[in-house]
C-alpha cells in the first residue's frame, strides 16, 4: 500500500461459494486458496497457502488466518483458488483486491493497468468478513469470503 507502508496484513480466508467443477466425474474438487501480496508491476511477494479441503466441492469452507509481512509497495492481494490433482494442480479462478481501497475506502489513484475481477468493495457480511467475486476467463465464476485487517 504505497499511502500507506509497510506492515503485517492479517487475512483469513472464511470460505467460498460456487467455484467452478474441475474434477472427474467421480470425484469432487479438492479446493485450496493461495494468496499472494503483488506490487503495481506484478512482482510477487510473499504467499501462503490454505490447507487442500479433499472432495470439498464447490462451496468448501476453511477459516484460516494468515499474517503476512507486506512490504510498501506491495498494495495488491491476488486471491487464487485451484483444484489439487495429484500430476498438477488445475487453475479455477482469482481475483485482485487492491488494498488501499480495503483500508481507506477509496482505490489506488494511479493504477498502472486495471485489476483483475476488481469490482467496487461490497458490504461486509453478518461474520464480518467481506464477499468478493471470483473470476476466470473474464467471467464471474463464484465468491470468496475474506476477512482482512491491516498493521496488527
Not at 55 to 74: I, L, Q, R, Y
Amino acid at each position: 500500500m504505497t499511502d500507506h507502508g509497510a506492515g503485517l496484513l492479517k487475512v483469513t480466508v472464511v470460505k467460498a461459494t460456487g467455484l467452478p467443477a474441475q474434477s472427474g466425474a467421480f470425484d469432487k474438487t479438492d479446493p485450496f486458496v493461495k494468496l499472494v501480496l503483488v506490487t503495481d508491476d506484478d512482482v510477487e511477494g510473499e504467499s501462503v497457502m490454505t490447507a487442500v479441503k479433499d472432495n470439498a466441492g464447490s462451496d468448501p469452507v476453511w477459516n484460516e488466518t494468515f499474517t503476512m509481512n507486506k512490504k510498501e509497495e506491495e498494495d495488491i492481494l491476488e486471491v487464487r483458488i485451484y483444484d489439487d490433482d495429484t500430476l498438477a494442480n488445475d487453475f479455477l479462478c482469482s481475483r485482485q483486491i487492491d488494498l488501499d481501497e480495503v483500508k481507506t475506502g477509496a482505490p489506488k489513484k494511479s493504477r498502472k493497468k486495471p485489476l483483475r475481477g476488481h469490482s467496487k468493495i461490497p458490504a461486509k457480511e453478518a461474520d464480518d468478513s467481506t464477499c468478493y467475486t471470483m473470476v476466470r476467463e473474464g467471467k464471474e465464476v463464484g465468491k470468496i469470503y475474506l476477512k482482512i485487517e491491516f498493521d496488527i
